[in-house]
Structures are given as C-alpha cells and as structure tokens.
C-alpha cells in the first residue's frame, strides 16, 4: 500500500516511529544559540558590553528645591524661615549660588551591576527685569551635581584625576539643566518656565566610566558596584537681572 493512500492518522503515527531513536524516545532537534549572543561582546560591537542584554532596575530618586529673592525674609512673621532661598544682588551684578546636600540617598551594594543611570528633570520658574537704563543680559544657569561617595574611593593610592588628589572616598559629576541668555531692553521684564527631561546615554556612572576616565581597574570597577553607593544632590548655578526664581530638580535613578 502506498503511503500516499493512507489515513492521515496512520502517516502521522508511521512518522513517529520513525523519528523515535533506538532508546525509543523522540529525537529532539538540537539549536544553537545565535553567534552574536555566545561570543564575547566589546565596546566596538554594541557601544557598553557590560551592560548589554540586561533589563532595568528603578533605585530611587532625589529632588531639592531653592528660591532666588531679593529678600529671603519670611513671607509673614508666622512663617518659617526661608533656608533655601538666596539672596540676589542688586542689578546688573550677578549672583552666582551653591546649595550641596539637597538630598541624599545610598544604594545598598550590588544595587545595579554596572551602570546609573538617570532621568533628571529641572522645573524652574524666572522672572527677569532690566532696571538699568540700558540693553543688558538677563541670565540663568542651573547645575544640578551629585557626589558619588564609596568605599572603594578611599584607597589613598587612588588619585582622581580631575584634581589630581586622592578621591577621597568620593567624587563629583555634574549635569547642566538649563542654561539660558536674554538680552532685555530699560525697563523690560519676562517670565520664563522651564521644564523638560534629560535622560541617559553614558549615565552618570559606568563601568566604562570608572575605569577610562577615573583610572581604577576593572576589578576595582566592578567591586566599585558591589559596595553601596551613596548620592549626595546640589545645585549650582548664576543668576543676572533676576528678579525671582523658584527652582526644583529631581532626578530618578535606574541600574542595570
């Protein structure tokens, strides 16, 4: 009998049987998995090996706020003291400003593997006015930091380049959130809002970070991401013909 002429359940029975080994179980097809994925990556294949193919882990976030005047007295003798706000001086000079320790959070160790990164939002509120009595530069920049303290830093023999001293335990980086230059005729005044996200590429740190910018091994770099990890926020910045400004800054971390 020609196979052709059989029931479709026999032919399916009759395959099988014949797929079945000598140890009468079903043969399974074997696979390998695809090339790109069993070698060793590099840089040079995929930008940052360390972090390729892993998933995303929130780890918290910090935020601060600040207030420009030019009077930080209390708004009512009721009212608290006003110990985040700065003290404009008189136009045209400009006032520049630093508020460290805003917020603080620490990542226990082991938190992410090899990279932070981060979704840093600024929302600040300007109101320029020229007083002078002719053309001049109404300017606002604010730059939120974050000190980057581990115990791993602490190693004397670690020297940071950027200051060519030892770390410390710790070190700085800095991320501009708006930087912003208007010329205003006698007499003008505007009010600006700003607000929009920057988010990650390099991040704030990275394996690839710590190792050929900052100078540490690779196994300091990855014990770097073993211990925890402590972020110190500030902001800093300079302010001209300002007249007020509130400004708030948050930032969301994320690892890998």
């Not at 009595?133 to 940071?160: C, H, Q």
């Not at 380049?161 to 030892?166: E, K, R, S």
Request: proline share 8%; hydrophobic share 40%; aromatic share 8%.
């Amino acid at each position: 009998m020609r196979p052709s002429s059989l029931a479709p359940a026999t032919r399916l029975f009759l395959a099988v049987l014949v797929a079945l080994g000598a140890t009468g179980t079903l043969a399974a097809p074997t696979r390998s998995a695809p090339p790109s994925l069993t070698a060793e990556l590099t840089d040079d294949d995929v930008g940052d090996a360390a972090s390729f193919g892993r998933g995303a882990n929130w780890l918290g976030l910090v935020s601060g706020f600040i207030e420009l005047d030019a009077d930080c007295s209390p708004i009512t003798p009721t009212d608290p003291p006003r110990t985040n706000c700065v003290v404009l001086n008189p136009a045209p000079a400009a006032t520049s400003f630093d508020r460290p320790d805003l917020d603080v959070i620490t990542l226990p160790g082991k938190s992410t593997k090899s990279l932070l990164c981060h979704w840093q939002t600024p929302i600040a509120n300007v109101i320029s006015r020229n007083t002078t009595g002719a053309n001049a530069n109404a300017r606002i920049s604010i730059r939120p930091y974050y000190r980057i303290e581990s115990e791993v830093l602490a190693d004397p023999t670690l020297i940071n380049p950027v200051t060519g001293l030892p770390f410390a335990g710790s070190f700085e980086q800095s991320l501009t959130a708006i930087n912003d230059l208007q010329t205003l005729s006698p007499g003008h005044s505007q009010s600006r809002l700003y607000t929009f996200t920057r988010t990650c590429i390099g991040g704030v740190i990275s394996r690839s970070f710590l190792v050929q910018s900052l100078g540490l091994t690779d196994e300091q770099a990855k014990q770097f991401f073993r211990k925890p990890i402590t972020i110190r926020y500030g902001l800093r910045g300079t302010a001209q013909l300002v007249e007020f400004a509130t400004i708030n800054v948050g930032t969301r971390f994320l690892g890998d």
